[in-house]
């Protein structure tokens, strides 16, 4: 049986590219840029709750880290360093090198560097600290959008929660390979959370559902909201299912797509059209004054009809993909 250190040696310890002290010591050093602040997050997956027992160990170790990423990406950071401390009911190798495969295609993939983090035996807990780095002032927060901003979604929201519909056979989806990577392997929208600092006013991940993030940035920035149901991406969702119902509900409330959520004044319209390419952007609504909990869905006709802004809670139930 390998010892912890055998572990973390084996699986955990690859060459640094940007930090002075990674892996090994009792710390790491970290040299910011001196023009930057320091963004830091922390996102934790449980087994039961995010994650069912028998997940793919690569596709989790991908996710781990990417959901941490996309909490950079929200708040117009480049990832940099992350640690992972890991509860682990045995030490299956096989298990651990399939998990840290995925978790290092992560980390190249976006530029992070895992620079430490903690292994203890226990029921399997992932957790990852993320650091980030802005320039000074220039972060995105949940609390600058106006009255009058444009309210912007990038992607296609709902893939992820119709691909584990479509696991728990809730639903059968004529093409559920998109869905299924989706929920799988989620792409942080770094580039787009970069290029929209000095354009967004607002801007958060959506993790747990397109209303439910949203009510965060109504809260934070003393806001009401309409939405504009034609806008909506709904006819992207509908190349995988023909249930509109479900694909509507999908997209209005479904989590773990990591799209970024938007508000941008209308001056920047044209600007942000232009940032769109493989990764369209969806301009969907308006920001509007009023209470906070006050969502409209104006439909097609003009008509306009109030909307439930909760999102999923985390203590109401599971959300087990
Ligand atoms: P200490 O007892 O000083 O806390 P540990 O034995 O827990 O040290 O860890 C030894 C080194 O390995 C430290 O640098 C720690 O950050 C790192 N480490 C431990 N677990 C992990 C992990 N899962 N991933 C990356 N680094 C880890
Ligand atoms: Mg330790």
Same mark, same amino acid.
């Given at each position: 049986?390998?010892?912890?250190?055998?572990?973390?040696?084996?699986?955990?310890?690859?060459?640094?590219?940007?930090?002075?002290? @990674?892996?090994?010591?009792?710390? @790491?050093?970290?040299?910011?840029?001196?023009?930057?602040?320091?963004?830091?997050?922390?996102?934790?997956?449980?087994?039961?709750?995010?994650?069912?027992?028998?997940?793919?160990?690569?596709?989790?170790? $991908?996710?781990?880290?990417?959901?941490?990423?996309?909490?950079?990406?929200?708040?117009?950071?480049?990832?940099? $360093?992350?640690?992972?401390?890991?509860?682990?009911?045995?030490?299956?190798?096989? $298990?651990?090198?399939?998990?840290?495969?995925?978790?290092?295609?992560?980390?190249?993939?976006?530029?992070?560097?895992?620079?430490? #983090?903690?292994?203890?035996?226990? %029921?399997?807990?992932?957790?990852?600290?993320? !650091?980030?780095?802005?320039?000074?002032?220039?972060?995105?927060?949940?609390?600058?959008?106006?009255?009058?901003?444009?309210? $912007?979604?990038? #992607?296609?929201?709902?893939?992820?929660?119709?691909?584990?519909?479509?696991?728990? #056979?809730?639903?059968?989806?004529?093409?559920?390979?998109?869905?299924?990577?989706?929920?799988?392997? %989620?792409?942080?929208?770094?580039?787009?959370? !970069? @290029?929209?600092?000095?354009?967004?006013?607002?801007?958060?991940?959506?993790?747990?559902?397109?209303?439910?993030?949203?009510?965060?940035?109504?809260?934070?920035?003393?806001?009401?909201?309409?939405?504009?149901?034609? @806008?909506?991406?709904?006819?992207?969702?509908?190349?995988?299912?023909?249930?509109?119902?479900?694909?509507?509900?999908?997209?209005?409330?479904?989590?773990?797509?990591?799209?970024?959520?938007?508000?941008?004044?209308?001056?920047?319209?044209?600007?942000?059209?232009?940032?769109?390419?493989?990764?369209?952007?969806?301009?969907?609504?308006? !920001?509007?004054?009023?209470?906070?909990?006050?969502?409209?869905?104006?439909?097609?006709?003009?008509?306009?009809?109030? !909307?439930?802004?909760?999102?999923?809670?985390?203590?109401?139930?599971?959300?087990?993909?």
């Amino acid at each position: 049986m390998p010892s912890e250190f055998d572990l973390i040696a084996r699986y955990f310890t690859r060459p640094a590219h940007h930090t002075r002290l @990674a892996v090994g010591d009792d710390g @790491a050093l970290i040299t910011p840029e001196p023009e930057n602040e320091l963004v830091i997050s922390t996102d934790m997956l449980v087994e039961g709750t995010h994650f069912f027992p028998d997940a793919d160990p690569a596709a989790l170790g $991908w996710k781990t880290l990417a959901v941490n990423v996309s909490d950079m990406a929200a708040m117009g950071a480049t990832p940099r $360093w992350a640690l992972l401390a890991l509860a682990l009911p045995r030490a299956d190798e096989h $298990w651990l090198a399939e998990f840290s495969g995925g978790f290092f295609a992560c980390c190249e993939a976006f530029g992070v560097d895992l620079i430490g #983090g903690d292994t203890t035996r226990g %029921p399997l807990n992932l957790s990852v600290t993320i !650091l980030g780095e802005v320039p000074r002032g220039r972060a995105l927060l949940r609390s600058g959008a106006h009255a009058g901003d444009d309210l $912007w979604v990038s #992607g296609t929201p709902g893939r992820a929660a119709l691909g584990l519909a479509h696991l728990q #056979g809730r639903t059968h989806l004529t093409n559920a390979a998109p869905c299924l990577e989706a929920l799988y392997r %989620p792409q942080p929208r770094v580039a787009l959370g !970069l @290029a929209l600092r000095g354009l967004a006013s607002a801007a958060l991940d959506v993790s747990d559902g397109l209303l439910g993030d949203l009510a965060h940035i109504l809260e934070r920035s003393r806001l009401a909201a309409r939405i504009n149901e034609t @806008a909506l991406p709904l006819a992207d969702l509908l190349r995988f299912t023909d249930d509109a119902r479900l694909a509507k509900s999908c997209l209005l409330s479904g989590g773990d797509d990591y799209e970024l959520l938007f508000c941008a004044p209308p001056q920047h319209r044209d600007a942000i059209a232009r940032l769109a390419g493989p990764l369209p952007l969806h301009r969907i609504g308006t !920001l509007i004054e009023g209470s906070p909990d006050t969502l409209i869905l104006t439909d097609a006709q003009g008509r306009d009809q109030p !909307l439930d802004p909760r999102g999923f809670d985390h203590f109401a139930d599971t959300d087990c993909p």
